[in-house]
């Protein structure tokens, strides 16, 4: 009777597994590749209409779809689905989750190079962040021009109240319409690859550009003349990063079904099928994507490709979301009012500051460039300097985890450094045509990262040396009793040893102890979670007093209430009523000196003033919590 349940047991459950599969592959299909489905809108036309285009001929053609078909094979295929996603931080990934490997043996403090390279690498995402959603909707409403002229001056104010709906609705989470997300990304693939192998049928000569010696003889033929096209072909790569930032949210497995079994073979039909369209209209290169299409297809095109441009846009403000609030967790970033938005999903959240900050980034960046192609100058930097960065960081990580030797990583890792860079290169000539813009971007938010990260060590220097050992504290007490007062104190401290600057605050103006003194200090791991059975520990001293610490994954935000119940539920019998909440106030005095720029500590003390409360962010219930200030000069 055991063995029947069991294999009923397992019949179900193999079962089950082709149908979970199922609805990972569907919902990856829209959250992880509607960047780069949406990219058939407009990176083809770069390459033959723009400031750097080439002119439309037979071998020109065969030689771009080349590059665009091995660029493809070579770094999503091979990169990115074979090398990187064997990688993983606790089946995370990730350019943040690498810099968490950095650090050995869960220590803090990798490499200071390679952590600064990791931490520009993320912040060149807050630049894509910016101009996807702007290109992607503003290419597809631009089908409209193509379908009739007159529609022409209402592509802009179609694309701001777009990306304006976008934006107004995100504070009702993503959980509400994300169930739609793969089904509108599928549905567009189909289309596009339908589409796609209808066009190619009209001129099949394109299938020649699989042959990888038309993308050598493109280069041969036009020598350094053709570095730049690299800039343009490099668009059919965004959102590759996404495919290991999302690794943990899927699954390997889904990932790579949908990319092989849908969005690949749709891409490349859509791609050749442009071509195609191109060997015999050679002057409609402007917009080849919708000017391909038959006739009644169009309207009911544009309005799919808005819909999948708006998921992709969905999608990577989301990625924004988790992002930041990992760089918070990492300290990397000053808290921000952090809003979940899933009482079933701790990774749904909501940050209002960085919505609001995308969305006016946004709009300026729509009105300002005012069509696709012209913005397209600006996508493809931030798109090759994250992905040349994760390449050296995989390589780090790759030697530290996998022991691979010098040699190994030459072989395995130095093409793709190469063809990185070729890619990255051929961007930065585009800076002053907008490759600034996510450049300028990026770099103001790792200046922010580094200023945060190096006013916190300022902040930790100053309380270490005004602190004192907790022994000599314990023994101090025990000399010269203070009066006890019924229930628990916890105070809260960034530091696992000596005493927290709060209590010494407290007894020094308060000079009384509650019966019970829980000395907790909340630690983040650089892993993306902590088991249940290791988040707490504590260790008695006399007096009554526990220092406690618990620990928290970045991808986690600490609720110090529930962790406080599952301490209890473990054996923690300190815990008495009434529980109340100390937590200190820094107020900074900045004055020159001490080999830090003057500037560096006032934009520090500006973003400490509008960090997010410690109230809120440890989820303290707010009539239980007593702040002491205490001014620091820096």
């Known amino acids: 009777m055991t063995r029947m349940r069991g294999s009923v047991r397992e019949a179900s459950r ?130 409209l021009k193509v379908a009739t002229p007159v529609l022409e001056p209402y592509v802009v104010p179609i694309t701001v109240a777009i990306l304006l709906a976008l934006f107004l609705v995100q504070p009702l989470g993503t959980g509400r319409v994300g169930v739609v997300f793969g089904p509108i990304v ?9 589409l796609g192998a209808w066009g190619i049928s009209r001129a099949p000569e394109v299938l020649a550009a699989f042959n990888p010696w038309h993308a050598v003889r493109f280069f041969w033929e036009h020598g350094w003349q053709g570095v730049p096209v690299l800039g343009a072909v490099i668009l059919c790569l965004t959102g590759a990063e996404a495919l290991y930032a999302d690794m943990g949210n899927f699954g390997r497995k889904p990932i790579r079904l949908a990319w092989f079994a849908l ?68 300290g990397f970033s000053p808290r921000l009012t952090i809003r979940h938005t899933s009482p079933e999903h701790e990774g749904q959240i909501y940050m209002p500051t960085v919505n609001w900050a995308l969305m006016g980034a946004c709009l300026a960046v729509v009105l300002s460039f005012r069509s696709s192609d012209r913005l397209a100058s600006a996508y493809g930097l931030a798109v090759s300097g994250t992905m040349a960065i994760t390449t050296v960081l995989f390589a780090a990580v790759a030697r ?34 907008g490759g600034w813009l996510p450049l300028a971007m990026g770099s103001a938010a790792f200046v922010m990262m580094q200023v945060w990260r190096h006013g916190l060590e300022l902040l930790r220097e100053h309380g ?83 220092r406690v610490t618990a620990r928290y994954g970045f991808m986690e935000h600490p609720d110090v209430p529930s962790l406080l119940e599952q301490a209890q539920a473990r054996g923690l019998d300190a815990l008495v009523q009434p529980v109340t909440f100390y937590v200190g106030r820094v107020s900074l005095r900045i004055h020159a000196g001490g080999g830090t720029p003057v500037w560096v500590k006032r934009l520090f003390g500006l973003m400490q003033r509008n960090a997010h409360p410690t109230t809120e962010h440890f989820r303290l219930p707010a009539g239980e919590v007593m702040e002491l200030g205490s001014q620091v000069e820096l």
Not at 479 to 502: I, N, Q, Y
Not at 519 to 534: C, G, Y
């Open 14 to 143: 193999q079962q089950e597994e082709p149908r979970n599969l199922a609805l990972l592959t569907l919902a990856a299909m829209g959250v992880v590749f509607g960047d780069l489905g949406t990219s058939p809108l407009y990176a083809l036309q770069e390459c033959f209409h723009g400031p750097h285009a080439v002119q439309v001929t037979r071998d020109n053609l065969l030689g771009v779809l080349s590059l665009f078909i091995w660029s493809l094979i070579l770094v999503v295929c091979i990169k990115y689905l074979t090398l990187l996603m064997r990688l993983d931080n606790q089946g995370e990934g990730g350019i943040l989750a690498l810099v968490a490997m950095l650090e050995p043996g869960g220590k803090r403090g990798g490499p200071p190079v390679l952590v600064g390279l990791g931490l520009f690498g993320a912040a060149l995402l807050y630049g894509d962040g910016v101009i996807t959603p702007s290109i992607s909707v503003l290419s597809a409403v631009e089908g």
């Open 186 to 194: 599928a549905s567009w693939f189909v289309s596009i690859g339908l």
């Open 263 to 330: 969005a690949l073979p749709a891409l490349l039909l859509s791609y050749l099928s442009q071509g195609a369209f191109l060997l015999r209209h050679p002057e409609d290169a402007s917009a080849p994507f919708f000017r391909s299409l038959p006739g009644p297809a169009l309207y009911p095109m544009v309005a799919l490709a808005t819909l999948a441009t708006v998921v992709a846009s969905q999608a990577l403000i989301a990625a924004v979301f988790s992002l930041t609030h990992q760089a918070v967790q990492l």
């Open 400 to 433: 530290r985890r996998w022991n691979w030797s010098g040699w190994v990583l030459a072989l395995v890792v130095g093409g793709f450094v190469v063809l990185d860079l070729s890619f990255l290169g051929a961007n930065l000539l585009k800076l002053r045509e």
């Open 464 to 546: 270490a040396s005004r602190s004192m050992p907790l022994n000599q504290l314990v023994e101090s007490l025990s000399l010269g009793p203070l009066p006890r007062v019924r229930g628990t104190a916890v105070f809260l401290s960034g530091a696992v040893h000596g005493t927290p600057l709060v209590l010494l605050h407290h007894l020094k103006h308060n000079r009384m102890l509650h019966e019970h003194v829980l000395l907790l200090t909340v630690r983040i791991e650089p892993v993306p979670t902590v088991p249940a059975h290791e988040r707490v520990t504590w260790e008695p001293y006399d007096l009554g007093i526990l």
